[in-house]
């Protein structure tokens, strides 16, 4: 019997190797057509329309991931394709990453790792790279979904003070969490650190543009651990260059990866990871297996165990 054939963005590394040898044939991301049972997104390819048309057999979309704004969900719709993705196993993992980048933002780590390593440090001098304390100061979250209540958790280990802002108040988060729900405006004003944990959507693309960084404390930094278009990056270049904000982490960026001339890259007081939010052993693994799960359900016509919408 033949393989069913997926199309696929390869390499799709170790782990979805080898769980799909012998089970299913990837073709590479070139070669839609005919015949193809599935799609399998890896690396945020986009999936639209005309991609959908080019593999008009494909019933299924198994993305290795949570976010899903490079997957066109009408489209899919409208064709009958099922999408799935893979929650809830890398909220932990994310929330590692992005309270890691709150920490090195504020404490001055990864520039201070460049300095350790250079020339010019030939001595100790206690008035040198002072950062801004975490523990006992503001935290503001936008988005209080799965990886913003990890993050929230994380956060009253350090005695920070909890805002939130969401589409709409979370009671039961906020009673369990001590968080306190507050306007978009009031949060930016208020937070000694801004961690970005939405989803990108219409509503969300663009959503911190100079206007926003605008508000916030000039002590103040700003964590992105969601997706880079949230941001408007040219802003966010030109308010720490002005030193208008304190420091900003990314760990993800639009475009991504940025143009290596990009100018937001010479600057100190930024702090850039590529992509790596659930980049840890153990959470990639299950997230491989969760996308195996929804591909292969699709591909036998199952409902998928994790559908999106
Ligand atoms: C996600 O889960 O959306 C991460 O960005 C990895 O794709």
Do not use: C
């Not at 009408?74 to 992005?98: E, F, I």
């Amino acid at each position: 019997m033949p393989l069913p054939r997926v199309l696929a963005d390869l390499p799709v590394g170790p782990v979805l190797t080898e769980l799909l040898a012998g089970v299913v044939e990837l073709v590479p991301w070139d070669a839609p057509g005919p015949g193809l049972a599935g799609v399998l997104t890896y690396g945020h390819p986009t999936v639209d329309g005309p991609l959908l048309d080019r593999v008009p057999d494909a019933r299924v979309v198994s993305n290795v991931g949570v976010g899903v704004d490079h997957v066109d969900l009408p489209a899919a719709a409208a064709r009958g394709v099922l999408v799935g993705n893979t929650p809830g196993v890398l909220d932990g993992a994310t929330a590692d990453l992005a309270f890691a980048l709150l920490l090195a933002a504020g404490r001055r780590i990864a520039e201070g790792d460049r300095y350790a390593r250079g020339p010019d440090f030939l001595r100790y001098d206690p008035s040198h790279m002072l950062g801004r304390e975490v523990y006992g100061s503001t935290l503001g979250i936008v988005g209080l979904g799965r990886i913003g209540e990890q993050v929230a958790r994380r956060a009253r280990g350090f005695d920070m003070t909890v805002l939130y802002h969401n589409r709409n108040p979370k009671p039961a988060a906020e009673a369990a969490l001590g968080a306190h729900y507050v306007s978009l405006p009031d949060l930016l004003s208020a937070s000694d650190y801004v961690v970005l944990t939405v989803p990108l959507t219409a509503g969300t693309r663009g959503l911190i543009g100079r206007k926003e960084l605008a508000r916030m404390k000039p002590t103040g930094v700003l964590v992105n651990a969601a997706r880079g278009a949230v941001v408007d990056l040219d802003a966010v270049t030109e308010a720490l260059a002005t030193r208008r904000i304190y420091a900003a982490a990314l760990d993800v960026t639009d475009p991504e990866p940025l143009p290596r001339d990009h100018p937001i890259l010479k600057l100190d007081n930024l702090t850039v990871t590529p992509h790596l939010g659930s980049a840890t052993e153990q959470t990639r693994r299950r997230m491989a297996e969760m996308a195996v799960a929804n591909l292969l359900a699709g591909l036998r016509g199952d409902p998928l165990p994790n559908r999106v919408g």
